[in-house]
């Protein structure tokens, strides 16, 4: 198989290093020597990274996420992290630009792609959310606002850049409510996201790059979403809480 599947756990504020302690375990005992055709990442809130890193660090299938980074090097800006200073917590990836960062927090496509490059410049691996709202969906406008998030957001990337890159795929009506989209809408949304990619990029990377699907992601439709040529994985919000049910999408959904 030309990419490999990502699943994802995106805890959001959810899990202190005591829950994150119990979860980490858990995990641990269900885990622990198997190997899985597939990267298995998890994103808890910062203060809890150390925690993870201390309990799965050695599970060679796991490796940890932040949830964002600063696009800024270091200075003056309250409350942010560096790129760089998640580098040290022995993490690879950073989600950068789920839609709560968008919607609650004002983040543009611009902020976006500075804090790509940012996470790039010390090799941490992005992990790009895009989608769109129902509204936009439903006047038309998927595919302008898709077109705008992706060339906007992987703009000035080098080829490498892309494919250390991956990109989660996540409808705004889909997260957190409990609504998936069906596996022909998700299906016909990555080939189309895919298409944008080789439009920047051109083809051979566009095959080589992984898509995730997030939005209700559970157990029961795992499967079915997975399955679809073009989805590459899964982010996971409310149903990675929970170790077994974070685990039975993993199997239900790795090849
Ligand atoms: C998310 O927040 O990235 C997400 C997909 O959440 P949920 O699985 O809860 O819809």
Redesign the pocket.
């Known amino acids: 198989m030309i990419r490999k599947p990502i699943f994802?756990a995106?805890w959001?504020m959810n899990k202190g290093p005591s829950e994150t302690e119990d979860f980490a375990k858990s995990l641990l005992s269900k885990v622990q020597n198997r190997t899985f055709p597939c990267d298995i990442v998890i994103a808890p809130p910062f203060v809890s990274l150390t925690k993870a890193a201390e309990i799965l660090g050695n599970v060679s299938s796991i490796t940890l996420a932040a949830q964002n980074c600063s696009q800024f090097d270091s200075g003056a800006y309250t409350g942010e992290i560096s790129a760089m200073m998640l580098k040290e917590f022995f993490i690879h990836y950073v989600?950068i630009g789920?839609?709560?960062r968008r919607s609650i927090f004002g983040e543009t496509d611009e902020v976006i792609n500075a804090k790509i490059r940012k996470a790039r410049e010390v090799n941490l691996k992005p992990i790009f959310?895009i989608g769109e709202t129902l509204e936009e969906r439903e006047g038309g406008r998927l595919e302008k606002v898709l077109r705008t998030q992706v060339s906007e957001g992987l703009k000035g990337l080098s080829e490498r850049d892309l494919l250390d890159t991956v990109i989660?795929y996540?409808p705004v009506w889909?997260?957190?409510?409990?609504v998936?989209a069906t596996a022909e809408q998700a299906q016909d949304t990555h080939a189309f996201v895919r298409s944008l990619v080789a439009e920047q990029f051109g083809a051979d990377s566009a095959a080589k790059i992984r898509i995730q699907y997030?939005?209700?992601?559970?157990p029961g439709n795992a499967a079915e979403l997975m399955a679809c040529p073009d989805i590459d994985g899964?982010?996971?919000?409310?149903?990675?809480l929970e170790p077994q049910s974070f685990l039975d999408i993993i199997e239900k959904g790795a090849p």
């Open positions: 994802a995106n959001k989600i789920h839609s709560e959310c989660a996540e889909a997260i957190g409510t409990g998936t997030g939005g209700s992601v559970k899964a982010l996971i919000g409310g149903a990675s």
